[in-house]
């Protein structure tokens, strides 16, 4: 029986789902860091620029909900979109710009949503780290 890399069960089922991950790579993704401390965890949220982008909400009450945002958290309205050919309106809110602030957009439609599934997208914005 030849020797395993680390991770060979987890590096079986990517290959299966159609991954192509080389066993030298997946074993140095799979490597544990230096030790954590307080101080380097604080040091990685400063330097992590990782966030949620944009999520879209389906509403019943557009009025109503932008209302809520603006007056209770205290969010703009950065911007509408209406559609009248598909009967839906689109508003953007947050704190400042998209590039650099969460935004909430939500979207009304004619008729009503079944709004027992409210969340339409949720975007993140992540740093894509590669081993070799």
């Not at 159609?18 to 860091?33: D, E, H, I, L, Q």
């Not at 389906?58 to 209770?72: H, P, Q, S």
């Not at 004619?110 to 949720?122: D, R």
Request: hydrophobic content about 35%.
């Amino acid at each position: 029986m030849q020797p395993q890399p680390s991770g060979s069960k987890a590096l079986k089922l990517l290959r299966r789902e159609g991954n192509n991950v080389s066993a030298k790579a997946f074993t140095k993704m799979a490597r544990p860091r230096k030790q954590t401390t307080k101080e380097s965890a604080l040091d990685w949220v400063k330097r992590d620029n990782r966030r949620i982008f944009h999520v879209v909400y389906r509403v019943g009450d557009l009025g109503t909900t932008v209302k809520f945002y603006k007056e209770c958290l205290g969010v703009k309205l950065l911007g509408t979109r209406d559609n009248p050919e598909e009967k839906y309106t689109n508003v953007f809110l947050g704190y400042g710009a998209e590039d650099s602030h969460f935004v909430i957009e939500l979207k009304f439609s004619t008729p009503s949503y079944n709004l027992q599934f409210t969340i339409g997208k949720l975007y993140m914005l992540v740093e894509i780290a590669i081993y070799v």
